[in-house]
């Protein structure tokens, strides 16, 4: 089956809020191909089919957090959302393929669950690295302090959320 995006760009789509990772409405509309307001409609047809760990909307202030991390519209007036995104789990992308029932979305779906896991594996790594120049720094300590706390230095930096680019505009 060939591939209908790069898993890069299905990754950069993946958040973490209340301690899950979760794909937003909007984003997986665009890589299903329709408007946002039709897999809503869709998921609330088929609401029984999306359990709280499957898919939940994102109160008020998840959303201006998102909101300012990635310089969107206002929620209110012209051009911003009107209401609250929903953000899928793993299991609730899993699942908006079977309720949306068309090629193109069980394509998706495949590759987006492939994503969470490739980004499981990821942090996975990371985390096992870091135990390892743990486990290392407890039986060489003394010797090589200074090399153990420029490399945990590099891995904690690698976990950190990174700040977006660019310039805010002065508000007037």
Do not use: C, W
Not at 7 to 15: H, V
Not at 127 to 137: A, F, G, N, S
């Amino acid at each position: 089956m060939t591939e209908i995006l790069p898993a890069e760009s299905i990754i950069n789509k993946i958040y973490l809020f209340r301690g899950v990772n979760v794909m937003l409405d909007r984003d997986l509309a665009e890589l299903y191909g329709i408007e946002t307001k039709r897999l809503k409609e869709q998921v609330k047809r088929n609401i029984e089919r999306f359990p709280d760990d499957f898919m939940f909307e994102l109160t008020k202030e998840e959303f201006e957090i998102l909101r300012s991390q990635n310089a969107t519209s206002k929620m209110e007036g012209r051009g911003g959302a009107r209401y609250l995104p929903y953000a899928f789990t793993e299991h609730g992308v899993l699942m908006l393929s079977n309720v949306l029932n068309s090629e193109r979305a069980v394509k998706v779906s495949i590759q987006v669950i492939r994503a969470f896991s490739k980004l499981r594996q990821m942090l996975s790594t990371h985390e096992e690295l870091k135990k390892k120049i743990e486990e290392m720094e407890n039986r060489y300590d003394h010797q090589f302090r200074i090399i153990f706390d420029a490399i945990k230095q590099l891995v904690d930096e690698d976990l950190k959320p990174k700040r977006d680019i660019g310039f805010e505009r002065d508000k007037q």
